[in-house]
């Protein structure tokens, strides 16, 4: 039974740092292409970051460069680390094994409860 835990976000004035995390279960996430989602009220749940089985990484074009998707195989964790942070980043954010190929990404349920991130001006 695959389970993913989100955690690490918070409140944070524009310009900060967050890195959340992704506790995996279930599955060995070196092992599969996984992602990091969000959604922020009144809008549709997007990719904003993926990380292949392979290693590759792909971003948001509205990420690219201030945020860093990575895996620890030996805590079986994805994280992601997020600089300069922008208001219009505020959302809940979501782990998620990725089924496809690069550019070309869907999720896999389950979902996890995700984490909260506010970024005020």
């Known amino acids: 039974q695959v389970q993913l835990v989100e955690s690490g976000g918070g409140s944070v004035q524009a310009g900060g740092s967050l890195r959340l995390s992704c506790a995996a279960s279930?599955?060995?996430?070196?092992?599969?292409?996984m992602g990091w989602y969000r959604q922020a009220p009144g809008r549709q749940r997007g990719l904003v970051a993926a990380?292949?089985?392979?290693?590759?990484?792909t971003y948001l074009a509205s990420v690219k460069g201030r945020f860093t998707i990575s895996r620890n195989n030996a805590e079986n964790t994805l994280y992601l680390r997020m600089n300069s942070l922008k208001p219009e980043d505020t959302a809940v954010y979501y782990c998620?094994?990725?089924?496809?190929?690069?550019?070309?990404?869907?999720?896999?349920?389950?979902w996890g409860q995700g984490t909260q991130v506010t970024v005020s001006t």
């Open positions: 998620a094994r990725l089924v496809g190929y690069t550019g070309n990404y869907s999720p896999l349920p389950p």
């Open positions: 279930g599955l060995i996430i070196g092992d599969n292409a």
């Open positions: 990380i292949s089985g392979a290693g590759t990484t």
